[in-house]
């Protein structure tokens, strides 16, 4: 089993910075990758950005450029780091890790960008 608790979501206006977490717990070393995906209102979740054990990253076409996905093994901990945000990016972002053939979600955290 691994645990997730995301963290960092908050209001932040047009072309503004943001860094989220994702600390994980549990079985860590059976993670293979640390996704990040997204769910605007009414809308269905939306993948956002993957990085593998061996260091393979992979990101939306929306936020190729803008976002950042990257992981601190010592803390445990997985990074979104986010620029040039746009209303469009309003979302509640969580936090995914799949370890030995499954799927392990956080609770979700609030992005809102707005002037």
């Known amino acids: 089993q691994v645990q997730l608790v995301e963290s960092g979501g908050t209001l932040v206006q047009p072309g503004g910075s943001l860094r989220l977490s994702c600390a994980a717990s549990?079985?860590?070393?059976?993670?293979?990758?640390m996704r990040w995906y997204r769910q605007a209102p009414g809308e269905q979740r939306e993948f956002v950005a993957r990085?593998?054990?061996?260091?393979?990253?992979n990101y939306a076409d929306s936020v190729k450029g803008r976002f950042t996905i990257s992981n601190d093994y010592a803390k445990n901990t997985a990074y979104l780091q986010m620029s040039s945000l746009k209303p469009e990016d309003t979302a509640v972002y969580y936090c995914?890790?799949?370890?030995?053939?499954?799927?392990?979600w956080g609770q979700g955290t609030q992005v809102t960008v707005s002037s």
């Open positions: 990085l593998t054990r061996d260091g393979t990253t």
């Open positions: 549990g079985r860590v070393f059976s993670i293979y990758a």
């Open positions: 995914n890790a799949f370890a030995n053939g499954d799927d392990y």
